[in-house]
């Protein structure tokens, strides 16, 4: 049976490898609504390559070139806020949402509450929303699966019908570009070392993500809403080989784990095809040839970002939402080389400590509450202006 898929966020780098998938897989998958935010060339490119139905680009002022690269073909096409939205209203099986940052949470949710199957890339969803988005989904009796490395390997081997005998989740970390740095050293780092990931290909603000371990942060953070665990039982193990992708441990004393080689086609491809699976073109692991994994306890005085995302986590109420929301405007403003790269936690911190922490009641409440943050954070960009 063919499946239909929708994607939002075409042309990043998960929703790159999405393709790749599905073209290896002719016959398996439709395609029905892709979406962009400007590579509109590119965009249109693969909506007449795959054939879709729908094409979507974020920026509006690129809208008149988007018909214009696809006139004649019957594709329809829309652009804006309110065309990322038809593009998750769309009818298809299946959203694979890996639009990034807070923008892929209104499009994830109108796609939520058709009841789609959701591959959940985007974040930001669960660390700013994860209660709400848990309970629509339940309301709407729509299936998520985690596309993330780390959820997607908790999510084979979490034994969902006995929960009561989990008793620990352990996220693996790379540990990023940085690990064997000293703090000290970390003072000058520019934006092209952050991104330059020793084991994953990811797109920009996720590779500072893990540069600053505020990604594994964020991990544990939709742990605690994709699992039936209390915080306390979310471990992370710095694993810099990236070849265990996570574990779970039961009561019993056996720990069940994933492996794979690190590259996200994998966990892709088992949302894609789930519960079946695919073959895919990543390199099979050659554990002789690795020799040796290694493990450690991360370094929260180093990483600081890891350490405030728990604390948001145990904190409750707006704090993920605020850190989010902090973060992506330092991170985007590291990026720009405005502020260096240990101001990230600063600016983080600065506006947790500075913010109401009283919980989101709707959407529209979460967008507020993400909004103050990113005015507050950005007003102290100035402080640690390089
Ligand atoms: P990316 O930057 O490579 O791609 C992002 C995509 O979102 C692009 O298609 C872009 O056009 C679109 N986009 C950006 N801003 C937008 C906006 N305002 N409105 C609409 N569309 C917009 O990112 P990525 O690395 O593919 O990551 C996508 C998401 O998946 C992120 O939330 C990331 O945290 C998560 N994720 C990525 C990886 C990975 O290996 N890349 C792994 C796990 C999770
Ligand atoms: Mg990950």
Known sequence: MTKTISLLGATGSVGQSTLELIRKHPGKFEV?????FSRVAELAALALEFNANLAVIGDETKLTELKERLQGSGIEVAA??????????YPSDMVLAAIVGAAG???TLTAVRRGATIALANKECLVCAGDLM???LEAHNSTLLPVDSEHNAIFQVFDADHAQTVSRLILTASGGPFLNRELTELKNITPALAVAHPNWDMGAKI??????????GLEVIEAYHLFPVDKEQIDVLVHP???????VEYIDGSTLAQLGSPDMVVPIASCLAWPDR???PAKKLNLAEIGQLTFQEP???????LALAKEALYIGGAATTVLNAANEVAVDAFLKENIPFLAVPELVSRTLEKSDMKAPHSLTNVFEIDQEARRLASSFLDVYAK
């Open 32 to 36: 029905r609504a892709l979406t962009a």
């Open 80 to 89: 804006g806020e309110q065309g990322l939205l038809e593009a998750a209203a």
């Open 105 to 107: 949470l209104r499009p």
């Open 134 to 136: 848990m309970k629509e």
């Open 207 to 216: 590779s500072v993500d893990s540069a600053t371990m505020m990604n594994k």
């Open 241 to 247: 080989q990236s070849v265990i992708h996570s574990m």
């Open 278 to 280: 695919i073959s895919t």
């Open 299 to 305: 370094d929260y005085d180093k990483f600081r970002c």
